[in-house]
């Protein structure tokens, strides 16, 4: 097994120059062989001279810290056949099967996108049909005016991680059957970002971004239904360290109407009238999305019946035209009769020989599925 050089030293591993050559000069005080002639401390005074020649080299410390030792015979090795061998770490190992050891190596960056938001917009039948524009007040995350999303205070800036030296990890080697095995995990001091933050901004704490409402002008199209969803690209939230924004949703909730009812891009409403209405025909006036308009009830029109009014519905979303307005017809038979009205249908039944109707049956009766099936095909 390779010797623990920083052990030896008594330093952290991501110790400066500085640091080490002070640990070096503080021990090679107490252990040099003219203070202390014993022979143990002789093998302790070459081991800190050896630590040092590594730890104070650069390009040793950082074979060193790759897994190898610069001082071994086999010239970097960390032992024969071992992962630390010809300078490799379990982080390199990593990389040439995985990529990366798995994910993102070296700093990452405190500039993300923002999330996407959603909000929901309550419009009119009336507006769903023809379109409309509208104005929203939204409350989402912007770019800091203080710090323009740098989350330093003004006339400071982030400064390098001395835990990381700017990597965004931090390595540790540790020994195990197959030699030194080095593995990486992000700097616990800076969080991976390889910069700190010692003055954060006084508005945005450091984020970059703070809460604010604006007002948009969103632009609703023909034919929309509830669910429907605008997407503005860019409106949603800015992301940390003043990153681009998200995107916004819009979603559609259409009103209720107290006439109609929609079903895709058709309109339904239903009109009762009197049994002599139907029997003579009349005009019955309807108030549609277009304007006033004339429902021609022809003579003879029987309950359940249904008149159509082409292209008075939703408009099509996507390709021209609109869809219909199906009016359904409800005869209303009268329950209360006063003897003068009581006379003359009774004379009226003489009249059609309807005294004593024998009536006609069929099978059976409508039953829902029935009558829904007859709404879908427009009877």
């Given at each position: ?119 929901r917009l309550e419009i009119t039948l009336e507006e769903a049909t ?91 199209p023909a034919g929309v239904d509830n669910g429907t969803r605008i ?149």
């Amino acid at each position: 097994m390779a010797t623990d050089y920083y052990a030896v030293l008594g330093v952290r591993r991501d110790a400066g120059q500085d640091e080490i050559k002070k640990a070096f000069r503080r021990l090679a005080r107490e252990l040099h062989p003219d203070v202390n002639p014993d022979p143990k401390t002789q093998e302790r005074f070459k081991e800190i001279n050896a630590a040092y020649e590594v730890l104070s080299d650069p390009a040793k410390r950082q074979v060193y810290d790759l897994g190898g030792d610069p001082l071994s015979p086999n010239g970097g090795g960390g032992g024969a056949g071992g992962f630390g061998a010809a300078g490799f770490g379990f982080s390199d190992i990593m990389d040439a099967f995985f990529g990366a050891a798995g994910g993102q190596r070296g700093p990452r960056s405190r500039t993300r996108r923002g999330q996407d938001a959603m909000i929901r917009l309550e419009i009119t039948l009336e507006e769903a049909t023809f379109g409309t524009t509208k104005e929203l007040q939204v409350d989402t995350a912007v770019t800091c005016t203080t710090c323009s999303g740098e989350g330093a205070a003004p006339g400071t800036s982030a400064q390098t991680c001395d835990m990381c030296r700017g990597k965004g990890e931090v390595s540790q080697v540790t020994r195990s059957f197959l030699g030194q095995v080095m593995t990486s995990r992000p700097c616990p001091q800076c969080q991976g970002f390889g910069t700190v933050v010692p003055t954060p901004c006084p508005e945005c704490a450091g984020d970059g971004r703070v809460r604010a409402r604006r007002t948009l002008t969103v632009k609703i199209p023909a034919g929309v239904d509830n669910g429907t969803r605008i997407q503005l690209a860019g409106e949603g939230e800015v992301g940390p360290g003043g990153g681009p924004a998200g995107d916004l949703y819009v979603e559609i909730a259409e009103i209720a109407h107290p006439t109609f009812q929609r079903r895709g891009d058709d309109l339904h409403c239903t009109v009762t009238i009197p049994m002599t209405a139907a029997s003579l025909g009349t005009q019955v006036p309807l108030q549609t999305l277009d304007g006033m308009e004339e429902v021609d009830i022809r003579p003879g029109t029987q309950s359940g019946q249904s008149i159509p009014l082409h292209g008075r519905g939703i408009t099509h979303l996507r390709g021209g035209g609109r869809g219909d307005l199906i009016v359904h017809v409800e005869v209303q038979t009268p329950t209360k009769l006063d003897p003068e009205q009581e006379d003359l249908l009774r004379r009226l039944a003489v009249l059609r020989g309807e005294e004593r109707p024998s009536g006609q049956f069929a099978p059976g009766q409508q039953g829902l599925f029935s009558r829904l099936k007859d709404a879908f095909n427009g009877r």
